[in-house]
């Protein structure tokens, strides 16, 4: 008897605490500890959702966006410690299952969950989405724009081959290089994207020769555009720094005047034969 008090006492104070959990309003409960099996199904009885072992950034990443707190005790929970969301939603997607919350008041962040066949798809994904957002993280940062697509390389060697013919000398040549190495980009784009580089690369002459100074690759249209205007942007300063660690490249290789090989040590070549007349008479 003394025994069942016990356990009576034990599962009355649990009750007491879901009870309390329940009556706060809460509908979704998100715990650092596991939650055991009675307190699932009581919880699914009342139409609440409860997550155990949700670790500790995500926990503080849903506060940052819902709003509320974490809390120690159940004895003085209240409307201003509970977050809210418009939506909550548990999808599976692939092997896993996902606890999405949507419509987060405070929200400045949003998660985004790349999916694909191969491990290596996945990481090229990540890379190219992280380039992306660093761009935009650049852009407004440093407000000064160009356009995008191969646009201002294709201007820069407009100017180049234009300048290139006011210079006498080989100093002509070396600029008329530097402007035909501009064009790299834009031909890299047409490659990339299935393009025929050639013929994209010959419009873009012909447009940046007319004046049009923004025009770049295409590539939904596999034609070119007027890339400021399509909103194709990219840093100012992004840019400058490409073209000074490419010219810093360039003249750090054509420094180098002399390479030095280092000889094999010779530590597995056969003995040098001693000299003599034959026979293993002395010389």
């Known amino acids: 008897q003394e025994y069942q008090k016990v356990v009576d006492a034990e599962w009355a104070i649990l009750y007491d605490k879901l009870e309390k959990i329940v009556d706060s309003g809460a509908k979704v409960v998100l715990s650092k500890l ?13 139409d609440v959702f ?15 966006a819902c709003g509320g707190a974490i809390q120690t005790s159940v004895s003085s929970l209240s409307d201003t410690v ?16 996902f606890n999405i919350f949507t419509g987060c008041p405070e929200a400045k962040t949003c998660t985004i969950i790349l999916r694909g066949g191969a491990e290596q798809f ?9 380039d992306a957002i660093m761009i935009v993280r650049r852009t407004i940062k440093n ?9 201002i390389e294709m ?33 890299q784009l047409c490659d990339n994207a299935g393009f025929d580089s050639m013929n994209i690369l010959n419009r873009l ?39 000074t660690g490419a010219t810093e490249a360039a003249a750090l290789i054509l420094s180098v005047d002399e390479t030095i090989k280092n000889p094999k040590s010779g530590a597995n070549d056969p003995p040098p034969a001693l000299p003599g007349r034959g026979r293993g008479r002395p010389m």
């Open 122 to 130: 996945i990481e090229e994904t990540e890379r190219s989405l992280h």
């Open 155 to 187: 201007e820069l060697s407009k100017y180049l081959r234009d300048y290139s013919k006011t210079v006498a000398g080989k100093e002509q040549l070396i600029i008329a290089a530097v402007a035909e190495a501009m064009e790299v980009i834009p031909r």
């Open 205 to 243: 002459r012909q447009k940046h020769a007319e004046g049009g100074k923004w025009f770049g690759v295409d590539i939904m249209n596999e034609d070119v555009a007027d890339n400021f205007d399509a909103c194709v942007w990219e840093p100012a300063m992004v840019k400058i720094n490409a073209i």
């Open 50 to 64: 409860c997550a155990g072992r949700v670790p500790d950034d995500d926990l503080r990443r849903t506060i940052q």
């Open 143 to 151: 407000d000064a724009i160009v356009a995008g697509g191969g646009a």
């Open 82 to 97: 509970l977050g809210t969301c418009q939506l909550f939603q548990e999808e599976q997607i692939g092997g896993d299952r």
């Open 34 to 46: 596991p939650i055991g099996d009675v307190a699932t199904q009581y919880f699914a009885d009342r």
